[in-house]
């Protein structure tokens, strides 16, 4: 009976004392609790065809990582974005046509020419109301410059649909293929194919175009590599110093933030906005950014002047227009929870339009300041 008894005590004691991990799951317990709350750090090496699909994905992988992290929780995630999406530039359909004087006011404007970008592009909208991935126009109108001459100009450039958007396309002009000994026919040949690169490389820093490291400009030029001329794309990316062919899909390192929420992983997403005509005016006739020069030009041209000297009174300094769409921003969203960041695109000027892009944040005294994207 006393051997009965031992051998009931002893089986107590191995399911209740005899487990040799138990100290060390205890201790994790304590150092990862199943409510903690954390800011973590995650880099992938998983790639995204878009931020939506980026967005998507990722939660499960955060929660998978790191199942004990509760609510007020958040993870800043570097995963590997598709910017650029390579299919040899293909194009679907050409168009050209010249622009009649009615067809001025499709743009929105009174006048008989466009003077910026946003004309032009809505009047592509107008125009074409259904392109196709890969369409390209070719548009010959009436351009004027105050800062070139006191007159329009007659111009012909190509505009690239891709991407879902129309991009303004670099046409080679006949100037061009004169400098490179092409002007008899203006079109290259079936000789000048690996050139190519360096030539439109030459052609775009020749314009002096504003760019950053990784933009990516459309060249439209007429070709000739067998017995066939045709209208076609290249696309360059600009290194930071030289624009090279694009060849294959560019991917960028790219980071997301996600909180959790309600035992949910949602993504800390930047609003995205894209200044409309009447926000300049705003600028200028609301704010205290700038002068009262370069807001009048403002308010005129609807864009941020930039070319020549900063000692043009038309001149907007990086400043004053940070200051200007900080002021803007608290005007729309008065209301944005502190934190939420917008990804503000506007135009300067820059002896031609250029679109710049800056992130803001709504800080703890309500004001909007510029924060990283």
């Known amino acids: 009976m006393k051997k009965l008894i031992y051998l009931v005590c002893s089986t107590m004691v191995a399911f209740t004392a005899c487990d040799p991990l138990e100290d060390t799951y205890n201790q994790l317990d304590v150092e990862n609790p199943k409510t903690a709350t954390a800011d973590v750090t995650v880099t992938l090496t998983n790639t995204y ?25 958040s993870a800043a995630v570097t995963y590997n974005l598709t910017t650029y999406s390579f299919n040899n530039n293909l194009v679907a359909d050409k168009f050209t046509y010249t622009l009649t004087d009615a067809d001025y006011a499709l743009g929105g404007t009174n006048f008989k020419n466009f003077d910026r970008w946003s004309q032009v592009e809505a ?21 004027y410059n105050s800062n070139v001459s006191s007159s329009a100009t007659t111009i012909t450039d190509s505009y690239y649909y891709k991407g879902g ?15 490179v000994d092409r002007g008899r026919f203006n079109n290259f040949v079936a000789a000048d194919q690996d050139i190519l690169p360096e030539y439109f490389n030459r052609f775009l820093k ?12 459309y060249v439209s030029f007429a070709n000739r590599p067998s017995s066939t001329t045709f209208q076609t794309v290249m696309a360059m990316v600009f ?23 309600n035992g949910t992983w949602v993504p800390d997403l930047t609003i995205k906005y894209t200044l409309i005509a009447d926000n300049y005016v705003w600028i ?29 009174t038309r001149y907007w300094t990086n400043e ?13 969203y008065p209301n944005a929870e502190v934190g939420q960041k917008y990804q503000l695109s506007y135009i300067v000027y820059k002896g031609s339009n250029t679109v710049v892009t800056t992130t803001f944040e709504k800080n703890a005294s309500g004001n909007y300041v510029e924060a990283n994207p």
């Open 123 to 143: 009047f592509l909208k107008a125009k074409y109301t259904s392109p196709k991935e890969g369409d390209l126009v070719t548009l010959t109108f009436a351009w």
């Open 165 to 179: 958007q129309w991009n303004d396309t670099y046409h080679v002009s006949a100037t061009d293929y004169q400098s």
């Open 49 to 73: 065809a878009s931020e939506t699909a980026a967005t998507a994905a990722i939660p499960a992988l955060i929660d998978k990582s790191y199942p004990q992290l509760g609510n007020g929780s």
């Open 320 to 332: 004053q227009i940070k200051d200007g769409l900080a002021q803007l921003l608290k005007n729309l």
């Open 206 to 217: 020749a314009k002096t175009i504003t760019a950053n490291a990784g933009d990516i400009q």
């Open 284 to 312: 200028a006739e609301n704010s205290t950014a700038g002068t009262a020069d370069n807001r009048a030009n403002l308010k005129s041209f609807k864009n941020f002047f930039q070319s020549g000297s900063p000692t043009d």
């Open 239 to 261: 290194d930071g110093n030289n624009w090279n062919k694009v060849s294959a899909n560019i991917v960028t390192p790219t980071t997301l933030k996600f909180s959790k929420k």
